[in-house]
């Protein structure tokens, strides 16, 4: 079976300060895994995604993940927030043809 | 291509009443899988469709129920609503082939009353 803890509830950070949110994973099989943001009144939005290759992954508006096998983490990162990256952030872990399970989420906001 | 689409956007219910939620996946998506989102629970997975069968199922009550369609088109019902039902209900799309990505409509604000 697959899951997912996202570890930290809520983060608060100051307006370009950097800011990490932490995910990890427990799966026994080979796993993709995916951040997604969601802002008030709307879906989920994907910001970058780890299939394989490169532990580094890049995606949207200046975030990355870096992917630790050994750890079993997947965790979000962003060198300077805006005050438009508040929103809500979810990890999710999926395998080949498998469904999707998702963390529970981490509320950023971000204080001018 | 266009997005996925989900109608209606906004539901007011009364408790013991159905309700039927539409999604449409994007164009070519096979797979539909619906979501259910409360400020307690996050996302809780409801089932996932594909070519109109059933292929994976959460850990919901028999009221809820869905269908995929030939036109990859899904829908949703909850019947004999309850108040714990409130929520926003998300469909997302998949393209199977594609490394699993999952494409995600606005949602559904179901609030019963």
């Known amino acids: 079976a697959q899951s997912v803890t996202q570890l930290d509830s809520q983060v608060p950070v100051f307006e370009e300060a950097p800011v990490e949110l932490r995910c990890n994973y427990s799966?026994?099989?080979?796993?993709?895994l995916f951040w997604y943001v969601q802002y008030p009144n709307q879906g989920l939005q994907l910001l970058l995604k780890?299939?394989?290759?490169?532990?580094l992954v890049k995606g949207i508006n200046g975030f990355e993940a870096e992917f630790n096998k050994s750890q079993t983490s997947f965790h979000l990162r962003k060198p300077s927030v805006h005050i438009s990256d508040t929103a809500e952030y979810f990890c999710?872990?999926?395998?080949?043809?498998?469904?999707?399970?998702f963390g529970t989420g981490t509320s950023l906001t971000v204080i001018p | 291509k266009a997005g996925v689409t989900q109608t209606p956007r906004y539901l007011i219910k009364t408790r013991g009443q159905q309700v039927t939620l539409s999604c449409s996946p994007i164009s070519g998506h096979r797979s539909v899988s619906w979501y259910q989102q409360t400020p307690g629970q996050g996302l809780q997975f409801l089932f996932e469709y594909f070519s109109e069968t059933q292929r994976n199922k959460g850990n919901f009550p028999g009221r809820f129920s869905g269908r995929q369609f030939s036109n990859s088109r899904s829908e949703m019902n909850v019947s004999t609503l309850e108040l714990g039902d409130s929520a926003l209900y998300l469909c997302?799309?998949?393209?199977?082939?594609?490394?699993?990505?999952?494409?995600f409509g606005p949602g559904t604000r179901l609030t019963v009353l």
């Open positions: 780890y299939l394989s290759g490169s532990t």
């Open positions: 997302a799309s998949r393209d199977m082939s594609s490394y699993n990505e999952q494409f």
């Open positions: 799966s026994s099989v080979s796993v993709y």
């Open positions: 999710a872990v999926t395998g080949t043809g498998n469904q999707f399970y």
